[in-house]
Structures are given as structure tokens and as C-alpha cells.
């Protein structure tokens, strides 16, 4: 077994000791959002993150914002104050012109080409690509929030001296959604198997013919051969040779974050199955190594479209507060409500916290 892609930190810039999984503050929800023209899509995200326990932790903190050495636009900043601002505001909705303000469309342009280099050849997201990030402009909840992600990721490692991709992989968006894939490919001619490793913050699964979550991860973890149009030189055979390809989660994230395509892969067309998704999840069966100790997450965030098509309808979300109660969060309305209710929408992503 050979195995590529899992060189060793040389130094890690945020130590995951730091990380506090639980609210260090309990209190009421905060403030809705105001959409903006077409901005349903953002506020999801930025509700999603805001209630992500770890990070809130962090960005209420102020860690960031008092060492920040990055010039210009910085997306660590901004949402350190944009959190700030939406759990202590005593409104019941804020207008968040200023993260509107400083998401320059040109910075999210480049970020797009950075992070989707394959942008022009093929469909990335389950929706339909935007090309760049406008308010007015209708645009795709899991785009924004890969993008978001990135943003936050490299604000961290903006100014460092550390070089190596493996220490630039421990910042604190990695330490709290990353998590590392292992592609185990087996070469049909000699058996010969050879692992290559991935980091992830995120895992986007197909759901055509899946009824449940569960059934998707058993799917995405599943053995599958390669098309033979895609040759894969064995180092053993020394040739290219038909192999099978099984994609399992080697290190599991402290957040685990779900997109359900709900694009059809031919059509484009809005896959609009029910996939039920439970309140507890246990990683382990979907790990390298699916025995040993339950890997148990909890649901505390859901990211609903709805729509008829991926090319429009109205994006709105459901997070668990720091008080421990289920709202409802449609742009400026937030609204409580009971798990039953979060458990039974028709979701596009999905948020687990260990």
C-alpha cells in the first residue's frame, strides 16, 4: 500500500486545544437578516456559520481581528464583526450592507478561480454556477458558502511564514470543518492498492435514487470502478490499467458539512426527492476504518431551497440557538419551532457538529 498526499505539519498556527465544541455564552437567538435583492442564498450562510459553536467561539473572542496583519479585504474580520453584531443586536433583523459591502464582486471572482478552477468545463456545484458574487444577482447557498470558507481560510494565513500547504491545512477553518478522504484504488490486473489523501471541508453527495442520508453516504463510500476511459498507470504493472476506486473518510472534522445535489447530473433539472436525515449521525460506518468506537454528530443547522428549478426559488434555513431551541430563519423572520418540523424539509445542506 502506497500512500500520497499526508506530509506532516511543520507547525500548526492554531492549536486545536484551543477549539471549545460547546457555546461558551448561552442566550436568545439574534437578529434576522434583510434580503437585499437576491440575497436569500448569503444570509442562509452567514446564519449557518454564526451558529457554528466552534467558530462563533472564535469570532466573538476577537482572536483574529486584534493580531490581523492582512491588508485591505479580509473575510476573517468581516465575520467576526458581522457575528458580533447579529447575537448581541437587541433588533430583531439587521441589514448586513456591511458584509455586502466589503464581498467585492472582483475578490469573490478570484476566489472562484482559485478554488473552482474548472469553472468553464463542468458543473461544480450542484446549481448552477454564478459567475461572480452581486446582491442582485440570485446565486447558490453551497457556492457562497465553499467560497466563504476559502476566504476565511486564507484571511488566516494571510502575512505567515509558514510555506507548507500541510501547516497552512491547521488553520482554525480547518481545524474545525476539515477533515481528511482516502482514495483507495486497486489495480484489476495485479491487485497492487495504492491510497491517495485528500483534505475536505465539506462532502457533496448524490442523492438520485437515495432515500435517506444514510443511503447516500453508503453510496459515496461504496466501491466503484473507474471509467476505462480513465486509465490509472499502476506503479506495479508499470501501464495504464482498469482499477476500482473507494472513497472513505480517514480523519473525521469536528463539524461535518453535507450538500445534497439536488442537480441532476445530465439534465441540471432540481432533483426534489424527500432524503430523510436524522438528528444523531454516526460517522464510523463510512470510515477507513468502519470499526471501533461510535463517531457521534448532532444536527444544528439545515439549509432549505425551495423552488421548482436550480435556477431560482428562495433559500431559508433552521438553526439550533445556544439556548438549545430549533428557529426557523427566513431572512428577517426568525421563528421557533420543534425538531420535527427542522427533520422533515426538503434539505440542500446539512451541518453536524461532534
Request: charged share 20%; hydrophobic share 35%.
Amino acid at each position: 500500500v502506497t500512500g500520497k498526499g499526508m506530509t506532516p505539519p511543520q507547525k500548526i498556527p492554531f492549536s486545536s486545544e484551543k477549539i471549545c465544541m460547546d457555546w461558551r455564552q448561552k442566550r436568545r437567538p439574534g437578529a434576522g437578516l434583510y434580503n437585499l435583492g437576491s440575497t436569500c442564498y448569503l444570509n442562509v450562510v452567514l446564519q449557518c456559520l454564526t451558529y457554528t459553536p466552534p467558530l462563533a467561539n472564535y469570532l466573538l473572542s476577537r482572536q483574529h481581528s486584534r493580531f490581523c496583519r492582512q491588508q485591505g479585504f479580509c473575510m476573517m474580520c468581516i465575520m467576526e464583526a458581522h457575528v458580533r453584531k447579529v447575537l448581541y443586536s437587541s433588533a430583531s433583523a439587521i441589514r448586513p450592507r456591511a458584509v455586502i459591502r466589503d464581498l467585492k464582486c472582483e475578490q469573490f471572482q478570484v476566489l472562484q478561480q482559485v478554488f473552482f478552477p474548472s469553472l468553464k468545463g463542468e458543473l461544480l456545484t450542484p446549481f448552477l454556477v454564478i459567475g461572480e458574487f452581486k446582491p442582485d444577482i440570485p446565486g447558490d447557498a453551497y457556492e457562497f458558502l465553499r467560497c466563504t470558507l476559502y476566504a476565511m481560510h486564507r484571511a488566516c494565513v494571510s502575512g505567515s511564514s509558514e510555506s507548507d500547504v500541510s501547516s497552512q491545512e491547521t488553520t482554525i477553518i480547518h481545524q474545525i470543518f476539515g477533515g481528511l478522504l482516502r482514495s483507495r484504488v486497486t489495480c484489476l490486473n495485479c491487485k497492487t492498492v495504492s491510497d491517495f489523501y485528500k483534505v475536505f471541508l465539506d462532502v457533496l453527495l448524490k442523492i438520485k435514487g437515495a432515500s435517506s442520508l444514510t443511503t447516500a453516504l453508503e453510496d459515496f463510500v461504496a466501491p466503484k470502478q473507474v471509467d476505462k476511459k480513465k486509465f490509472f498507470k499502476c506503479s506495479k504493472c508499470k501501464k495504464k490499467v482498469v482499477v476500482t476506486k473507494m472513497v472513505t473518510i480517514h480523519h473525521e472534522p469536528r463539524v461535518f458539512t453535507v450538500c445534497l445535489g439536488r442537480a441532476d447530473d445530465r439534465t441540471s433539472r432540481k432533483l426534489s426527492q424527500v432524503v430523510e436525515y436524522p438528528e444523531y449521525l454516526d460517522l464510523r460506518p463510512y470510515m477507513s476504518e468502519p470499526v471501533g468506537e461510535p463517531l457521534f454528530y448532532s444536527l444544528y443547522a439545515v439549509v432549505v431551497h425551495s423552488g421548482h428549478t436550480c435556477l431560482g426559488g428562495h433559500f431559508f434555513c433552521y438553526i439550533k440557538a445556544s439556548n438549545g431551541q430549533w428557529y426557523k430563519m427566513n431572512d428577517v423572520s426568525v421563528d421557533s419551532c420543534g425538531i420535527h418540523t427542522v427533520l422533515g424539509q426538503q434539505a440542500y445542506l446539512l451541518f453536524y457538529a461532534r
